[in-house]
C-alpha cells in the first residue's frame, strides 16, 4: 500500500506563492509516477502537474494553464514530492491532491490512471 500526507496549503494573495509537499509512505508496492491534481467546489478534479518515478525519472508534465508558474519535483532521500506554486490567481484556489499510479502511463494526468490518494490541502488564494 502507498500512503500520501499533503501539507503546506493556506491562504495567499493574488500574485503569491505556495510549496505544497506531500509525504509518501509505501510498503513494496511500485510507483510508476505520481502527480498533483486539484479540485474546486463544482468542478472535476483536474491535473495540475506529473513526475516520473520509474524509468525516465524525473521527467514532468504540466498542462497548459500550469506552465511558468507550477513546478512538480521531488526529493527521494526524505520520500517527498513537492509541488511550487508561483503567480497565484483567485482561480487556483482548490483543495489540492496528491496521487500515485503503479502503472506508468506518461503522460497521464486523468484520475482513473492514479491508484492512490491523499486526503488534500487547501489553497485559497484571495486579498
Known amino acids: 500500500q502507498v500512503h500520501l500526507v499533503e501539507s503546506g496549503g493556506g491562504l495567499v494573495q493574488p500574485g503569491g506563492s505556495l510549496r505544497l509537499s506531500c509525504a509518501v509512505s509505501?510498503?513494496?508496492?511500485?510507483?510508476?509516477?505520481m502527480a498533483w491534481f486539484r479540485q474546486a467546489p463544482g468542478k472535476e478534479r483536474e491535473g495540475v502537474a506529473a513526475?516520473?518515478?520509474?524509468?525516465?525519472?524525473?521527467?514532468?508534465y504540466y498542462p497548459d494553464f500550469a506552465k511558468g508558474r507550477f513546478t512538480i519535483s521531488q526529493d527521494n532521500v526524505d520520500n517527498t514530492m513537492y509541488l511550487q506554486m508561483n503567480s497565484l490567481k483567485p482561480e487556483d484556489s482548490a483543495m489540492y491532491y496528491c496521487?500515485?499510479?503503479?502503472?506508468?502511463?506518461?503522460?497521464?494526468?486523468?484520475?482513473?490512471?492514479?491508484?492512490?490518494w491523499g486526503q488534500g490541502t487547501q489553497v485559497t488564494v484571495s486579498s
Open positions: 513526475i516520473l518515478t520509474s524509468r525516465g525519472r524525473g521527467n514532468t
Open positions: 509505501r510498503d513494496t508496492t511500485p510507483i510508476g509516477q
Open positions: 496521487a500515485a499510479a503503479r502503472l506508468v502511463r506518461w503522460p497521464s494526468l486523468t484520475v482513473a490512471d492514479f491508484n492512490f
